[in-house]
């Protein structure tokens, strides 16, 4: 690895926020091109952080300042992506179901996907069926995800799905699901493509449904 | 030989010989009605109905609703979402503005704070197991003052703010408990979540530095009177179990078998740690058959107090709306076969 991304990548994995921006900077500054400050300085970074996850090695806070750590280093390099044309990986629409005000593992997922290079679009909580519909509409996500704490508001995410189904716009989207009560077998037994466990595997999931 | 339920209690978490396993059953307020409802009995009159043997006594402070109902504020200052059945920390105060000397902290010597606590240890305290209830009490009680990410970053990032901030925390609970112990309570009760549902949400290494020393100031007093400590924390727990031993706590809920097996959990802590809860509020009370919940009764018994002590039965959580009747009065009837 070419020393700029390898200082990057160490100061996301370390999780430091301040000194990213400007170890972005430094990367661009010695020509290397955006697309790669992202996918080898950035995003594999972030992939290690979740793996760092999945071994115990790391747990939220060490996970969130990485996380942080990319977004103030995006702030950087973004202009500089656009100018050059690089795409995001895919689009997620994010969410926690109706009747549901919890966003804690929510916000998580959505800084593990931001981190595998998704453009994630967050509808916030207590999201309604129709408000899923019309951003499924809007943004055309390959994923949409859905988030839930409490076994009261697990119901909702099955409403959402067959809402979605009979708007027509199912088929377009992969649907994965998560929350501390959520399991395999009700992803499955509701229709959804997917489950993750935490955020990390969130990410993991979502990559698969671009394959 | 009959014995009173704060007897009852107090044997089985020391694991002493009990006539039988004491029960609980604690209930949201929506769920509350809806039992009251259906069995014909008032919400008040619910504890002794369902068959409770502890009551947890809280501050005498109503909180305060914003103007337009949506947010309950409590004693410390954080705003609760009222909408809905689970806890949910709408508004942290200390969010955007962190100046600790600027925060107006509440007063742990305000006069009437334990009234309603002093009133119910008068009525009640000879036949229940008492302990004040300490629910978020350091961790949560930090992340919802703080905010949840702006917390954990302050662990990542600075600790000298976080040990300042669960500082000022420490101080005001211990002043507390103290009040508390001189009212007469019989132990101490304590709620704050350490893990999720796949591993702490900090690491064992933060705990230590952060938490640990804190709860240990906030057990003392009640170590000293021999008086047994009470812990709800919620998903995997396990890496710190031990130090939780260690610095004095004798019953461990809510015990959820999805997340803490109980056969690990009695095979590694058997006559060290008492247990309450067991029974799924995540699965078999609100999926089950009413059979099932029944055996899942016997199945919690059987593994967690196979000596026919050391345990509190009772569902994992409080039990929401989603659960439905036929399995409340399974889940009593399974009680009631323990007499």
């Not at chain 1, 992969?174 to 499955?188: L, R, S």
């Not at chain 2, 704060?6 to 002493?16: D, F, N, Y």
């Not at chain 2, 501050?59 to 954080?78: K, Q, Y």
């Not at chain 2, 812990?231 to 959820?256: A, C, F």
Request: charged share 20%; proline share 6%.
């Amino acid at each position: 690895m070419k020393p700029e991304l390898e200082r990057l990548s160490d100061a996301i994995i370390d999780g430091e926020v301040d000194d990213a921006p400007s170890l972005v900077q430094a990367a661009l500054d010695a020509g290397i091109v955006p697309s790669e400050i992202l996918q080898t300085g950035m995003i594999e970074a972030m992939t290690e952080v979740g793996q760092l996850f999945e071994d115990g090695d790391f747990f939220v806070p060490e996970m969130l300042v990485a996380a942080l750590a990319m977004k103030s280093g995006l702030k950087v390099l973004k202009p500089h992506l656009v100018e050059s044309g690089v795409e995001p990986v895919g689009t997620v629409v994010i969410g926690t179901v109706q009747g549901d005000m919890h966003d804690i593992g929510k916000n998580l997922v959505t800084m593990m996907l931001e981190g595998a290079g998704f453009k994630v679009i967050d509808l916030g909580v207590d999201v309604k069926p129709a408000t899923f519909i019309d951003s499924i509409r809007v943004n055309q996500p390959q994923v949409v995800a859905m988030s839930a704490l409490l076994t009261t508001t697990m119901p909702s995410m099955k409403v959402t799905i067959d809402a979605m189904r009979a708007a027509g716009v199912l088929d377009s989207v992969k649907v994965m699901i998560g929350g501390a009560p959520v399991t395999a077998e009700f992803a499955t037994a509701i229709g959804a493509d997917g489950f993750a466990a935490d955020a990390s595997q969130a990410a993991t999931l979502a990559q698969t449904f671009l394959a | 030989m009959t014995m009173t339920r704060k007897e009852r209690m107090r044997r089985s978490i020391q694991h002493q010989p009990v006539d039988r396993i004491p029960t609980q059953i604690n209930y949201t307020a929506g769920m509350g009605q809806l039992m009251a409802d259906h069995f014909g009995v008032s919400v008040a009159d619910l504890p002794e109905f369902l068959g409770n043997h502890m009551i947890r006594v809280d501050l005498s402070h109503p909180g305060t609703l914003s103007a337009d109902g949506a947010v309950r504020f409590d004693w410390w200052g954080v705003g609760f979402d009222t909408k809905e059945e689970g806890y949910f920390a709408a508004v942290s105060p200390l969010k955007e503005n962190r100046d600790l000397d600027a925060y107006p902290w509440p007063d742990p010597l305000a006069p009437d704070l334990l009234n309603d606590a002093a009133h119910t240890i008068a009525t009640m305290g000879d036949d229940y197991f008492i302990t004040p209830n300490f629910g978020f009490v350091l961790f949560e009680r930090a992340w919802t003052l703080r905010g949840f990410e702006q917390f954990f970053v302050d662990m990542a990032r600075d600790s000298g703010f976080t040990e300042a901030l669960l500082d000022r925390i420490t101080d005001i609970q211990l002043q507390l408990i103290h009040r508390y112990i001189d009212l007469g309570v019989d132990g101490g009760y304590f709620g704050d979540d350490y893990g999720a549902q796949k591993n702490l949400l900090f690491s064992p290494r933060m705990w230590r530095r952060y938490i640990k020393p804190r709860l240990a100031k906030l057990f003392a007093p009640y170590i000293e009177r021999g008086m047994p400590i009470l812990m709800h924390s919620d998903g995997q727990i396990q890496k710190i179990l031990p130090d939780l031993v260690e610095i004095g706590l004798t019953t461990l809920n809510p015990v959820q078998p999805e997340v803490l097996d109980h056969q690990w959990l009695h095979e590694n802590f058997a006559g060290k740690l008492a247990f309450y809860g067991g029974v799924s509020t995540q699965t078999v009370l609100p999926y089950g058959k009413p059979a099932e919940v029944k055996a899942a009764v016997q199945q919690a018994i059987t593994t967690l107090a196979p000596e026919k002590t050391g345990l509190l039965i009772a569902p994992s959580h409080r039990m929401m709306t989603d659960i439905p009747m036929q399995n409340v009065e399974a889940l009593l009837e399974a009680y009631r076969a323990l007499a």
